[in-house]
């Protein structure tokens, strides 16, 4: 053993268990140079490489309730984290034999193989023990449960005593979901009453084990539509399965919040947050409208209503502040041409200030990055009007600046930077070709 006692070797293991397993790969990774040397670090190394792929195979026995037990976007965790290791550790104390039978059988799994039944027995035995709790490795678990939140080893035995039908369910879902016709519907509905045999109350937490699996977790609301037979807001916001609904109003609500919230110094990553949470916003709003019957005196169509004109003001409110931020970022004067009209030129004797640049880059991004949810969420005709005065701005702004590279009248390295600069507005304003336009330009001027 490297010269290791088996008592440090014991230390060793426990330590190795509590690394996160965020962590536990980083931790392999730093060990590997000294795997198989013989020395103590390499049997630390053999011991960390075989905590992760045990820790791989525990991730697959329990994966139709892994997600349930770490937190996905806008959604709080429904189990604590730790609780796939602390059932993992109680299946090894009452049953090793189960437990060493699934991780040979693991140690085979290549891509889309079926899981061997063996996963299924272990979730079934670990469901059997929450819930009876007659042993001292279970009662472990369920105190190391309640302490988190009551009640939660309860719903914990009952999600996992259902984990067998989810992990034959789940790999027809995304097909599902794609293509609601009434076969597939009717599949959903068996689904859904084998469900209610394991008890009478296991529906709501089927849903959450096929929710949490979702690619697109408002896509829930197909599989409720169809089970339902596309229900009336009032129906479903007093059903079992009103949760649902609500946490996606809740997350709409966030999300509308991360627009009002957005700081542009944040640059083009914090555009592109905004943008995401708009997409998302919109999306949900579509599914709401188009797979649930909204009253527009409904409990969810009031609400969805409301949650639509914030959503279309506070997007507005930042494509108001485009072509201002993009104004202050290329240092501009203004000159007369003719009458009364006036235009900003290029004012070359200021340098760019990096500030102004990267504010403007992150309102640029909401412009660009909004165009896929524009039409739907309310604000296409302003943001249409913005682009459009951006787009005669900076092409004159280019080409003013073209006209003094060509004449020679201003520091050349400075027409350059401010060039490069308004092409890339451009690339997000425009699109890409007209950015690549003025660059090509400005290099045989």
Request: hydrophobic content about 45%; some cysteine; overall charge negative.
């Given at each position: 053993m490297g010269g290791i006692s088996e008592s440090k070797m014991g230390t060793v293991r426990r330590l190795i268990e509590a690394v996160p397993d965020a962590h536990i790969r980083t931790l392999e990774t730093a060990l590997a140079s000294v795997g198989g040397d013989g020395s103590n670090l390499s049997v630390v190394h053999d011991l960390v490489s075989a905590e992760v792929v045990e820790r791989r195979i525990r991730s697959a026995v329990f994966a139709p309730v892994g997600p349930l037990c770490a937190p996905l976007a806008g959604v709080r965790p429904f189990f604590p984290a730790q609780a796939p290791a602390l059932l993992w550790r109680a299946l090894k104390a009452e049953a090793p034999e189960e437990v060493a039978q699934a991780l040979r059988a693991g140690l085979s799994l290549r891509g889309d193989d079926e899981s061997p039944p063996i996963f299924d027995d272990l979730c079934l035995r670990a469901a059997a023990g929450l819930a009876a709790g007659e042993t001292d490795a279970y009662r472990a678990v369920t105190a190391s449960l309640e302490a988190t939140s009551p009640g939660v080893s309860g719903r914990m035995a009952q999600g996992l005593s259902l984990a067998p039908l989810a992990r034959a369910t789940l790999p027809r879902v995304a097909g599902w979901v794609r293509n609601l016709?009434?076969?597939?519907?009717?599949?959903?509905?068996?689904?859904?009453?084998?469900?209610?045999?394991?008890?009478?109350?296991?529906?709501?937490?089927?849903?959450?084990?096929?929710?949490?699996?979702?690619?697109?977790?408002?896509?829930?609301?197909?599989?409720?539509?169809?089970?339902?037979?596309?229900?009336?807001?009032?129906?479903?916001?007093?059903?079992?399965?009103?949760?649902?609904?609500?946490?996606?109003?809740?997350?709409?609500?966030?999300?509308?919040?991360?627009?009002?919230?957005?700081?542009?110094?944040?640059?083009?990553?914090?555009?592109?947050?905004?943008?995401?949470?708009?997409?998302?916003?919109?999306?949900?709003?579509?599914?709401?409208?188009?797979?649930?019957?909204?009253?527009?005196?409904?409990?969810?169509?009031?609400?969805?209503?409301?949650?639509?004109?914030?959503?279309?003001?506070?997007?507005?409110?930042?494509?108001?502040?485009?072509?201002?931020?993009?104004?202050?970022?290329?240092?501009?004067?203004?000159?007369?041409?003719?009458?009364?009209?006036?235009?900003?030129?290029?004012?070359?004797?200021?340098?760019?200030?990096?500030?102004?640049?990267?504010?403007?880059?992150?309102?640029?991004?909401?412009?660009?990055?909004?165009?896929?949810?524009?039409?739907?969420?309310?604000?296409?005709?302003?943001?249409?009007?913005?682009?459009?005065?951006?787009?005669?701005?900076?092409?004159?702004?280019?080409?003013?600046?073209?006209?003094?590279?060509?004449?020679?009248?201003?520091?050349?390295?400075?027409?350059?930077?401010?060039?490069?600069?308004?092409?890339?507005?451009?690339?997000?304003?425009?699109?890409?070709?007209?950015?690549?336009?003025?660059?090509?330009?400005?290099?045989?001027?």
């Amino acid at each position: 053993m490297g010269g290791i006692s088996e008592s440090k070797m014991g230390t060793v293991r426990r330590l190795i268990e509590a690394v996160p397993d965020a962590h536990i790969r980083t931790l392999e990774t730093a060990l590997a140079s000294v795997g198989g040397d013989g020395s103590n670090l390499s049997v630390v190394h053999d011991l960390v490489s075989a905590e992760v792929v045990e820790r791989r195979i525990r991730s697959a026995v329990f994966a139709p309730v892994g997600p349930l037990c770490a937190p996905l976007a806008g959604v709080r965790p429904f189990f604590p984290a730790q609780a796939p290791a602390l059932l993992w550790r109680a299946l090894k104390a009452e049953a090793p034999e189960e437990v060493a039978q699934a991780l040979r059988a693991g140690l085979s799994l290549r891509g889309d193989d079926e899981s061997p039944p063996i996963f299924d027995d272990l979730c079934l035995r670990a469901a059997a023990g929450l819930a009876a709790g007659e042993t001292d490795a279970y009662r472990a678990v369920t105190a190391s449960l309640e302490a988190t939140s009551p009640g939660v080893s309860g719903r914990m035995a009952q999600g996992l005593s259902l984990a067998p039908l989810a992990r034959a369910t789940l790999p027809r879902v995304a097909g599902w979901v794609r293509n609601l016709n009434s076969d597939n519907a009717a599949a959903l509905r068996l689904a859904f009453r084998d469900a209610t045999t394991v008890s009478e109350d296991a529906g709501p937490m089927f849903m959450e084990l096929l929710f949490t699996h979702l690619e697109e977790p408002w896509h829930v609301l197909r599989l409720i539509s169809a089970l339902m037979d596309r229900p009336s807001d009032r129906y479903l916001a007093s059903s079992e399965l009103a949760g649902f609904g609500d946490r996606l109003m809740t997350d709409l609500d966030q999300r509308i919040d991360t627009v009002r919230r957005f700081n542009p110094d944040g640059g083009i990553e914090a555009g592109m947050a905004v943008c995401q949470a708009v997409l998302g916003a919109t999306l949900e709003v579509a599914e709401f409208e188009q797979w649930i019957a909204l009253a527009k005196d409904g409990p969810w169509g009031t609400r969805l209503t409301s949650q639509k004109r914030a959503l279309a003001l506070a997007v507005e409110g930042r494509l108001k502040e485009v072509e201002p931020a993009v104004v202050a970022a290329l240092p501009s004067t203004p000159v007369r041409y003719g009458g009364k009209s006036m235009r900003a030129t290029p004012k070359v004797t200021d340098d760019l200030n990096p500030a102004m640049i990267t504010r403007a880059e992150a309102l640029l991004a909401i412009l660009d990055g909004t165009r896929a949810s524009a039409a739907h969420g309310g604000f296409g005709s302003l943001r249409t009007k913005v682009m459009e005065a951006l787009d005669g701005r900076l092409e004159h702004y280019a080409e003013d600046l073209i006209d003094l590279l060509h004449s020679g009248d201003g520091p050349s390295e400075r027409l350059r930077d401010m060039l490069d600069t308004v092409a890339s507005f451009l690339a997000m304003a425009k699109d890409p070709k007209a950015a690549e336009l003025v660059r090509r330009r400005a290099a045989v001027a």
